[in-house]
């Protein structure tokens, strides 16, 4: 009989419930054995090592997951088919690798069968486990446990909370790892190069800035506020550079001083010294700096229009706020 509404939902939330119970009750359990993989890992690396990751059925589709995750963190990770590897997969093991072998149950006839396996080849083994007193758990050299009371299948049958708690515990060892071997964003970008995320991590603000008459750029001592808003419109900017006599970034005149000079500054204005009424100084982006360090400036000071400037403090590019959504950077 189909379920109304009001059940679907109530269903939907106890599924929801229990997997965050499960969740909670991982986070629990962790302790030192967790801190020694971390470090294992860390040596396995460093050592010029990779970690292979292992698994059947749904833990198949967690362990392909981890490895994407770890190789996206500079971990060289594997995923090892357990039936392939009897075929002659075992040939991309080698002495000094990690294996980390997923089993909920710890007792998965192809986790225990590699084990013998991995320890002849020079592989130390991981449990990624929810039985602390499986055969999988003694057999290892090391546990990581998670803890998951029961499942979100109302017939106990269907892996839900037991997955869902074994792909947290190993996204929890990538981040410690990400953050412990000091991976940077510009780490980060080298292995995420295509799609929006790659772009967000390698543009830099060369690539997105306006430049040439979109990039209005006066100098201040000879400029009236007429003029720089003459410079404003025909770039179409919200704001123009003032420099000094060595091309120097003076200061920034925007829209907002142009309506705040409108107010203060009497009825000739408009040709009086722009210098009286720009701001001095003004946020700036060094040219060669990721895209994203402008966005950080743009939010940081809640501003619309910023400059990029060379070594010299030049200005050589103009961004406006409004460019950055079209760039897929916000």
């Known amino acids: 009989m189909p379920l109304d509404p009001t059940t679907i939902l109530a269903k939907a939330r106890q599924c929801l419930a229990i997997e965050r119970e499960a969740l909670g009750a991982t986070a629990k359990v962790l302790g030192a054995e967790f801190v020694t993989v971390v470090r294992t890992v860390e040596a396995v690396v460093r050592d010029g090592g990779k970690v292979i990751f ?3 059925g ?4 967690i362990a392909e997951k981890l490895t994407g995750t770890f190789n996206s963190i500079g971990v060289p990770s594997c995923y090892l088919d357990p039936t392939q590897a009897l075929h002659g997969d075992l040939g991309l093991c080698a002495a000094g690798d990690l294996a980390v072998l997923l089993s909920n149950s710890g007792a998965t006839a192809e986790m225990l069968r590699l084990l013998p396996l991995f320890e002849k080849f020079g592989l130390q083994t991981v449990a990624l486990t929810g039985a602390p007193d499986s ?3 003694r057999g290892c050299d090391y546990r990581l446990l998670y803890a998951a009371p029961r499942e979100a299948c109302p017939l106990a049958l269907a892996p839900t909370a037991s997955t869902t708690a074994a792909l947290a ?3 929890a060892l990538a981040m410690v790892l990400l953050e412990s071997r000091g991976l940077t964003r510009e780490d980060f970008a080298r292995y ?4 929006t995320l790659g772009m967000t991590l390698l543009l830099r603000v060369r ?4 430049t040439g008459e979109a990039c209005p750029v006066l100098k201040g001592a000879r400029t009236t506020v007429q003029e720089a808003i003459f410079a404003m419109t025909r770039a179409k900017s919200g704001a123009v550079a003032l420099v000094d006599g060595r091309g120097r970034l003076a200061g920034v005149f925007t829209d907002g001083d142009f309506r705040r000079s409108a107010l203060t500054g009497g009825g000739e204005f408009l040709r009086r010294p722009v210098t009286e009424f720009m701001t001095r100084g003004g946020k700036t982006v060094p040219v060669e700096a990721l895209a994203v360090e402008a966005l950080k400036v743009f ?8 400059f990029a400037v060379d070594s010299r403090h030049r200005p050589v590019g103009y961004i ?4 950055l959504p079209k760039l897929k950077i916000l």
């Open 207 to 210: 690539d997105i800035m306006r």
């Open 58 to 61: 749904k833990n198949a589709h």
């Open 192 to 195: 995420h190069p295509a799609g």
């Open 54 to 56: 292992s698994g059947v």
């Open 169 to 171: 515990l190993g996204d």
């Open 135 to 137: 055969e999988l758990a």
């Open 320 to 323: 406006d706020v409004q460019d």
């Open 299 to 306: 939010q940081k000071f809640k501003i619309s229009d910023l």
